[in-house]
Nanobody, 123 residues
């Protein structure tokens, strides 16, 4: 049974930084791509960043240059470092395990989800 357990996130002022982490278990972590999505109230869930099995990365235009995704295959973890946070980054952030080794920009490309963690950026 695959499980994704998230930690981190929280409340920060605009311009600040937060880190979200996700610990995976139940399958060979290094074989699969991983992603971070977010969902703000009244909006659809959107892909923020993703990393392939070979460490290639994808970032949404809205977070390029501010967010960094990384993975540690020895620890089965994937992290999202969020810098220069803006109020519009406020959302629930979800870790997601892909169905394949490669990055998917679609929700359908992900089979497993973390419990979500709130990120709130005050102005």
């Amino acid at each position: 049974q695959v499980q994704l357990v998230q930690s981190g996130g929280g409340l920060v002022q605009a311009g600040g930084s937060l880190r979200a982490s996700c610990a995976a278990s139940g399958r060979t972590f290094s074989y699969y791509a991983m992603g971070w999505f977010r969902q703000a109230p009244g909006k659809e869930r959107e892909l923020v960043a993703a990393i392939s099995w070979a460490d290639s990365t994808y970032y949404a235009d809205s977070v390029k240059g501010r967010f960094t995704i990384s993975r540690d295959n020895a620890k089965n973890t994937v992290d999202l470092q969020m810098n220069i946070l803006k109020p519009e980054d406020t959302a629930v952030y979800y870790c997601a395990g892909a169905r394949s080794r490669y990055i998917s920009e679609s929700l359908d490309g992900y089979a497993y989800w973390g419990q979500g963690t709130q990120v709130t950026v005050s102005s």
